[in-house]
């Protein structure tokens, strides 16, 4: 485990590196601040939740966890100033949330920083996307995650909305209209994927074996070879409105969530080709991305109820599935070593998350977030679940806070 005086030094040099770059807030009254504090927590030196959704596949799966089974309490929970719509970021020193840097041991602030969307950390360095209100100067930035020394930036195209990105090996992919690829130590351009039919790709690609996965505006998923850049095929768009599903890739398919309608299901695809290997319907909407073990797939779905249901990840046949009649829609989950987490939206005072038997879907606990309000509007979202170590880090549209079993 990190020793005191050890993290000390990589928050304290963190703040100096990174204080006071951010632009103002529009919530010029309010500082983003730690709000409650029962206890430090210590992750041991390699306890990580690195990228949005965990790795470069996007499984949402952290199979090192240690999960709590028998109900959580606060250890800490810091409160943003506005409302994010990003997951944390978790390493044992700091954590990350948009331009947020958060001590993880005491839930303090360590300071902030330029970036638009939660940054993806690899090898002590995190990549970032900044861009101005305008959005006339968007760049893809690395950063010394100890110094705070920006490392390499690099420009891309005006005008549009940047995601986390993703890194895998050497290489950062980013979708910004197009899909870039770039070197990790230096920035440099490796290649840039543009669709054939000039539609913009967006969200986050899932990498694995070769292969970036990544959806365009038109609901078309793209498989795309990582050392090239070429594209090599293209499926049937999978939806006609809404938000474009998240690809996860594990168990050598590919996992996709399409939704409309009120009708959902789960699709798993060979890579060689985009076909279909199985399809599993759901009689709701399902929320990408999906949480992938080597042995199921965990949906979480909602619309008159919340749902989440088990698949097995190789023929597609449903293993359990968990209805929770008071919350009508589950949209995040995560998976552990032994739980599955379901974060809700739109509850009656709350936004509940949920620890489930992965083997039985049986609840193991339930644990209530509070809701936010903004002015003249309330929140009460569970954006993202990162289980890490034996703790849990619960991000809502406001807050943060990090769950430790209970005493």
Not at 17 to 34: L, M, N, Y
Not at 277 to 294: G, M, N
Not at 327 to 340: D, F, H, K, M, Y
Request: negative net charge; glycine residues 8%.
């Amino acid at each position: 485990m990190p020793s005191s005086s050890r993290r000390k030094f990589l928050v304290a040099t963190a703040v100096t590196g990174i204080s006071g770059i951010a632009g103002c807030s529009r919530f010029q009254s309010c500082s983003p601040q730690r709000t409650q504090h029962e206890t430090d927590i210590d992750l041991s030196e390699e306890a990580q939740w690195p990228a949005q959704y965990y790795d470069a596949a996007n499984t949402c799966y952290n199979p090192s966890a240690r999960d709590p089974t028998e109900g959580v309490q606060v250890a800490w929970r810091y409160t943003l100033c506005g409302p994010s719509d990003d997951g944390t970021i978790v390493t044992p020193e700091t954590s990350y949330l948009q331009n947020q840097v958060i001590d993880t041991q005491t839930g303090e602030s360590a300071g902030e920083w330029e970036s638009d969307s939660t940054p993806s950390i690899s090898d002590g360095a995190a990549y970032y996307p900044v861009n101005d209100s305008d959005m006339d100067n968007p760049q893809l930035r690395a950063r010394d995650s100890t110094t705070g020394e920006t490392l390499w930036t690099a420009d891309l195209p005006r005008g549009v909305s940047l995601p986390s990105p993703t890194i895998e090996g050497e290489t950062v992919y980013i979708a910004a209209d197009d899909l870039y690829a770039m070197n990790r130590e230096t920035g440099e351009e490796r290649w840039r994927f543009e669709t054939p039919s000039e539609t913009e790709l967006t969200g986050i690609p899932a990498v694995r074996e070769g292969t970036a996965y990544i959806f365009g505006e038109d609901y078309t998923l793209y498989a795309v070879d990582t050392e090239t850049g070429d594209e090599q095929w293209q499926g049937t768009p999978v939806q006609s409105k809404g938000s474009s599903p998240i690809p996860s890739v594990a168990n050598g398919l590919v996992y996709i969530a399409p939704s409309e309608d009120k009708m959902g299901e789960v699709r798993a695809l060979n890579p060689t080709d985009g076909s279909i290997a199985w399809r599993h319907e759901i009689d709701s909407w399902v929320f990408s991305p999906l949480a992938v073990t080597e042995q199921s797939v965990f949906a979480v779905c909602g619309g008159d109820r919340g749902l989440v249901t088990a698949i097995d990840a190789e023929t597609g046949e449903r293993q359990w599935q968990q209805s929770f009649e008071d919350v009508p829609r589950l949209v995040t989950v995560a998976v552990g070593s032994e739980n599955v987490y379901a974060g809700s939206m739109w509850a009656s005072d709350d936004a509940p998350v949920y620890a489930l038997d992965q083997a039985t879907g049986e609840q193991r606990w339930q644990f209530n977030t509070r809701p936010r309000d903004f002015g003249d509007y309330r929140q009460m979202i569970v954006n993202g679940i990162a289980a890490v170590d034996e703790y849990v880090f619960v991000t809502t549209s406001g807050e943060v806070y990090a769950l430790q079993e209970q005493s």
